[in-house]
């Protein structure tokens, strides 16, 4: 596969994003804490810039009146109806076919039996050589 120089690393510190062009293609470069990941700038909901969007963390509770805020700046939320999107891996954080306001029943199950949604959008490697990054496509 080939391989492009998009920057260096001095041009994205850490918590922030560039967007480049590739082929065509716009890609979102991320630095989280010194990692680089490289996702496909189009949200796989409506096509919206993910670039654009707010870099949030993770609220989570285990039981009703206790939240812990984790995973901070690795959540990308699209700017324009909110889906999330893990930094690193591109997996959605949410089910996009069960979210209305219809009733279903409710189950309980054991945390294993859950699994993420299916939506994932295009990701791609960013290596760091000396203080070029690079991307293969």
């Not at 480049?20 to 490289?38: H, K, M, S, T, Y």
């Not at 199950?109 to 990054?133: H, P, R």
Request: a negative charge.
């Amino acid at each position: 596969m080939p391989k492009y120089v998009i920057g260096t690393v001095e041009q994205i510190p850490p918590g922030n994003r560039k967007l480049v062009e590739i082929r065509g293609r716009q890609i979102a470069i991320f630095n989280l804490n010194g990692d680089f990941f490289g996702i496909l700038d189009r949200c796989p909901h409506q096509g919206a810039s993910l670039c654009r969007g707010q870099i949030v963390g993770l609220v989570e509770s285990e039981e009703p009146g206790e939240y812990k805020f984790s995973r901070q700046n690795e959540i990308i939320r699209c700017p324009w109806h909110g889906w999330e999107f893990d930094i690193r891996t591109g997996r959605s954080r949410c089910e996009p076919n069960k979210i209305r306001a219809t009733q279903y029943p409710v189950t309980v199950n054991d945390k294993d039996q859950l699994t993420d949604g299916e939506y994932i959008t295009e990701t791609f490697d960013v290596d760091v050589e000396g203080q070029f990054l690079v991307i293969t496509v």
